[in-house]
């Protein structure tokens, strides 16, 4: 079972990046580089060495996908409601990673996501995040609290590497909506030519 999971250096992806490859996945590692809405350098080392810590405790490969994600934050900075910009985001992730997943024969993605943890992961963003996704989205932490998730990356070893320094996305909006709707992303996305902006990110995709 081959799985793209979204890698962001935080602490709760390589927690749900672990859950899996304990069950036999094998992973794929996808990072959005957000450039120039945050720095790449200091992120991707943390990334590079949670991805090496995975392979240490599975003893499999988790090769590092970098999906230049910049020009997608400032066509949605320009042309979309600002609220809406972390759910909008996060839907551009989930079509990016689901055409890596075809790409690369993975037949699902998979994110560190809890219910209610931060704005685009309370259940009414996550009902309208999903039907951009082409491939079934894995959520193994969605019922875990946040110490719970601490806790795991602390017992596996990722939770040192996650708080070292690294870069926040700058273009999260001060009041980010917490209750979208599909039907009002939808309107805001026709405004926006989808289909070349996930084609150029997925063609610039390149393996670390």
């Known amino acids: 079972m081959k799985l793209v999971c979204l890698l962001s250096g935080g602490i709760d992806s390589p927690v749900a990046a672990h859950m899996m490859m304990a069950r036999g996945a094998e992973l794929l590692a996808l990072h959005m580089d957000n450039r120039p809405y945050g720095g790449l350098e200091h992120q991707l080392t943390k990334v590079k060495a949670l991805a090496m810590r995975l392979e240490e405790l599975h003893g499999r490969r988790v090769p590092i996908f970098l999906a230049p994600h910049g020009a997608n934050h400032a066509v949605f900075l320009k042309e979309c ?36 943890q931060v704005a685009s992961q309370t259940l009414p963003n996550i009902a309208a995040e999903y039907p951009a996704s082409r491939v079934p989205v ?43 709707r599909a039907s009002e992303l939808d309107e805001e996305e026709r405004k926006l030519p989808m289909d070349e902006l996930v084609a150029a990110c997925v063609e610039s995709i390149k393996e670390f």
């Open 138 to 180: 894995l959520r193994p932490l969605i019922g875990i609290d946040k110490q719970e998730i601490v806790e795991l990356a602390k017992t596996i070893g990722t939770y040192d590497i996650s708080i070292q320094p690294g870069s926040c996305c700058t273009a999260v909006p001060d009041k980010p909506a917490t209750r979208a």
């Open 81 to 116: 409601r600002t609220k809406l910009h972390c759910v909008l985001c996060r839907r551009m992730m989930l079509r990016i990673g689901g055409a890596l997943a075809a790409r690369e024969g993975a037949v699902a993605l998979l994110t560190g996501e809890s219910l209610g």
